[in-house]
């Protein structure tokens, strides 16, 4: 991800870049952008929102052809649904097994 804008004011690229290259170089590919401040609504009801336009086709072309996402923009592509999200939200039912009691039979 390349950062844009001003100070306290990111704006970011979602790029495909050499994993050796700075953060701002120049990107092989840019696939879409991420805006983190949240937005308001449109009819002013429900919750704010952040923007995110990513070109799905390019996407799914270089995780198939072996591009490692960084964590944040694995973040991003998981929230819409190209990839599994690395740390889910929701726990799995835990089911804990109850400790084994110790044996207590008699030695003679």
Known sequence: MARFGKRNKPFYNIVVAQARQARNAKPLEVLGT?????????????????????????????????????DPAQRLLSMIGLLQPKYPTQPKDIVQTPKEAPDITAKA
């Open 34 to 70: 991420y805006d983190p401040i949240p937005k308001p609504p449109d009819l002013g009801e429900g919750k704010p929102y952040k923007d995110i336009k990513i070109d799905i086709s390019r996407a799914k072309y270089w995780l198939g052809v072996g591009a490692q996402p960084s």
